[in-house]
């Protein structure tokens, strides 16, 4: 297993448009968890995934933005009508469901461009 | 509410010498927290974590201490190296109803940090 994987790596795109990104976890993990960071900051939470089940989503997440994980496995977040504000690095991570914890494992992120 | 915090957003350190990157929090309900290193461009990096029923816990070359009554944690890297540079980050997690996880992580600003050759 390579770790988590995140596709694709850098999107420009101009405002108005739609973006999908998609993430690959760790395959033994059934826990995802996507984030956001913008320069400086530390990443923001935006919503989890327990298999396929979506269990929070942040009030970052506007009703632009969806995400899903139909089969349990990788993830895709859906950004509609792309803002200027919306330019930052997207973060997958993935877990196990364990109340001990046990780290949770980031990839590379995408970053994304809005002009 | 919930929120991490550091103290110093920066830290300069020469090389060999030891580093101590401090974070407070203001959750009492946290029971996980977990140090990261992130490098520009890339995602966090898991560095070391430790769970509330502990105040020490070693790692190679680093250590995270945990003062729940003053709700702060830090980290020590010792014989710091230039590949040490980057932005290092606390986070948190609190404890669910039931027992159960919240799942999501609090992050912290992040401190950077650059080491001297």
């Known amino acids: 297993d390579t770790g988590v994987s995140q596709d694709p790596r850098h999107k420009i795109t101009k405002r108005g448009q739609n973006v999908t990104f998609r993430c690959d976890p760790i395959?033994?993990?059934?826990?995802l968890y996507w984030y956001r960071q913008t320069l400086g900051q530390g990443p923001e939470f935006l919503t989890y995934?327990?298999?396929?089940?979506?269990?929070?989503k942040s009030r970052l997440l506007s009703d632009r933005f969806s995400a899903e994980r139909p089969k349990g496995s990788f993830s895709t977040l859906e950004i509609q009508r792309t803002e200027q504000g919306d330019s930052a690095m997207y973060l997958c991570?993935?877990?196990?469901?364990?109340?001990?914890?046990?780290?949770?494992?980031f990839g590379s992120g995408t970053r994304l461009t809005v002009v | 509410g919930e929120s991490v915090g550091l103290h110093l957003p920066t830290l300069s350190v020469q090389e060999g010498d030891n580093s101590i990157i401090n974070c407070a929090y203001s959750?009492?309900?946290?029971?996980?927290f977990i140090w990261y290193k992130q490098e520009s461009g890339k995602g966090p990096q898991f560095i070391i974590d430790?769970?509330?029923?502990?105040d020490k816990r070693q790692g190679q070359r680093v250590t995270v201490l945990l003062n729940k009554t003053v709700k702060h944690l830090s980290l020590q890297i010792a014989a710091t190296q230039p590949g040490d540079s980057a932005v290092y980050f606390c986070?948190?997690?609190?404890?669910?109803?039931?027992?159960?996880?919240?799942?999501?992580?609090?992050f912290g600003q992040g401190t950077i940090l650059t080491v001297h050759p």
């Open positions: 991570a993935s877990s196990f469901d364990t109340v001990l914890g046990g780290g949770y494992t």
């Open positions: 395959s033994e993990h059934n826990r």
């Open positions: 995934f327990q298999n396929e089940a979506q269990l929070e």
């Open positions: 959750n009492s309900a946290s029971d996980y």
């Open positions: 430790i769970r509330s029923n502990m």
């Open positions: 986070a948190e997690r609190s404890q669910g109803a039931g027992g159960t996880s919240y799942g999501k992580l609090t």
